[in-house]
């Protein structure tokens, strides 16, 4: 009995106190130094030492499943390992570092501590193991050509003839990059939208190339796109009215390539032909909405104009409306609500669709096909295809499939309106419904 007394008063006693813990840790890992040391020249080092505060994660937050994806070295020739010691990260070049040239180190955000606590800031260490650094650059902007938009994080290479020395830059989240620290020379330049961000070029992932002569800098405009050797075709084809069909394609069409509407044509089942009256490209198209729309805005800013005008000379006593603000405010140069303007690519969209108009309408539940001859991809090379589509059963020669308005049926009848009960027929049939036999109460 006395030992299992004290068996309890141990155990209670374990059980009220576990000692107080410092603070939560929710900083990411702090670089403490790094050897060579940044801006370093004539350095000579077997690898490159970074020592943080705290122990590394094996496994970063982002970037991969080790940590050679959150680092990234330029140039380089062949393999390079990045090896963790606890707290230590070195990297070191299978083949060496080379004598003479300036290294780029660049730690992308993903570094992380055993608590996940990431960094998401991007650092660049800088070093050469030469007298100097060089001072050559390649700037530019990367776009997906297709759509126009600029393709943020996209990779560059810069690839230096012959020898094949690559150097490796990230754009920015607007597309811009700048691969610094060059010698002259002449480079193959290759901007990649790299959709698994494994910094190689796969299959069916969009890209761009040129060739560059470089002294002291240069720039470029970067067009991404897929390179295969099959032409542009019809994937789909939409009924927006009886007489109005739009025609998408598998691949963009190059540009500035006219497309005249004897390329196309359209065939019923009966094997009659449909006349093609017009082909208007997309981006023709949908600038002829935007001019139409913008010719809409103006007549109604005038009629509206016109009405006020109209109403103040009749009653010209009554107080003024305010004038509308042509626009937002001006903003001050350097305020905080300044953005960086967004690159626009100077060569032009390609072209994704066609809208055809037909000389006579389509008939319902009628099966089509529709051919395209000779459309030419961005890589200029030509494809003849077809796509079989069928009508619906309902077409509107004026409105676009999309609309939700219904128009109205001219062979039904609306019912007869009834004429409201006068109150002496209420009286009548509730003394009717109270005495007749068999109706229910």
Not at 94 to 102: D, I, K, Q, S
Request: hydrophobic letters at 35%; glycine letters at 6%; aromatic letters at 6%.
């Amino acid at each position: 009995m006395r030992k299992l007394i004290l068996l309890v008063t141990v155990l209670g006693c374990a059980q009220l106190g576990s000692p107080p813990g410092g603070p939560d840790d929710h900083a990411a890992p702090h670089l403490l130094r790094i050897s060579p040391d940044t801006n370093a020249l004539n350095a000579r080092p077997k690898s490159v030492q970074l020592q943080f505060d705290e122990i590394i994660n094996e496994r970063p937050a982002r970037g991969g499943d080790n940590l050679s994806g959150v680092f990234l070295i330029s140039p380089q020739r062949g393999r390079v390992d990045v090896k963790w010691h606890r707290s230590r990260i070195e990297i070191r070049p299978r083949r060496g570092w080379m004598a003479n040239t300036t290294y780029v180190i660049t730690q992308l955000a993903g570094v992380a501590d055993l608590r996940g606590n990431s960094d998401s800031v991007q650092h660049q260490y800088i070093f050469s193991t030469g007298p100097t650094r060089a001072a050559s650059l390649i700037r530019g902007e990367v776009f997906d050509w297709a759509t126009g938009q600029p393709a943020p994080k996209a990779y560059i290479e810069a690839i230096h003839l012959p020898d094949s020395l690559t150097y490796g830059e990230y754009a920015d989240s607007l597309g811009r990059f700048v691969v610094r620290y060059l010698p002259p020379g002449r480079y193959l330049v290759r901007g990649i939208i790299d959709a698994n961000n494994n910094r190689v070029l796969d299959r069916r992932e969009l890209f761009d190339t040129t060739t560059v002569a470089l002294t002291d800098s240069a720039s470029h405009e970067m067009l991404a796109f897929v390179h295969d050797s099959i032409g542009a075709g019809l994937a789909e084809v939409e009924v927006r009215d009886s007489v109005t069909i739009r025609s998408r394609f598998d691949r963009p069409l190059r540009p500035g390539v006219p497309v005249p509407a004897t390329r196309f044509s359209l065939r019923a089942a009966d094997s009659s032909v449909v006349p093609i009256v017009s082909v208007t490209m997309g981006t023709a198209f949908e600038k002829l909405q935007a001019d139409s729309a913008k010719a809409k805005e103006v007549a109604d800013s005038i009629a509206r104009a016109r009405q006020a005008d109209s109403i103040a000379r009749a009653n010209p006593r009554a107080p003024r409306p305010a004038p509308t603000p042509a626009g937002p405010p001006a903003r001050r140069p350097g305020s905080a609500r300044d953005t960086i303007p967004r690159p626009k690519m100077s060569a032009p969209i390609p072209e994704t669709y066609a809208i055809i108009k037909l000389g006579r309408g389509l008939k319902p539940a009628t099966t089509y096909r529709l051919r395209a001859d000779s459309l030419r991809s961005l890589m200029d090379i030509p494809r003849t295809s077809d796509r079989v589509f069928i009508a619906p059963r309902h077409t509107d020669s004026t409105r676009a499939p999309g609309d939700s308005a219904r128009r109205p049926d001219s062979t039904r009848r609306p019912p007869p309106a009834r004429r409201p009960p006068e109150r002496g027929e209420l009286s009548l049939r509730f003394m009717r419904e109270l005495f007749t036999p068999g109706v229910a109460k």
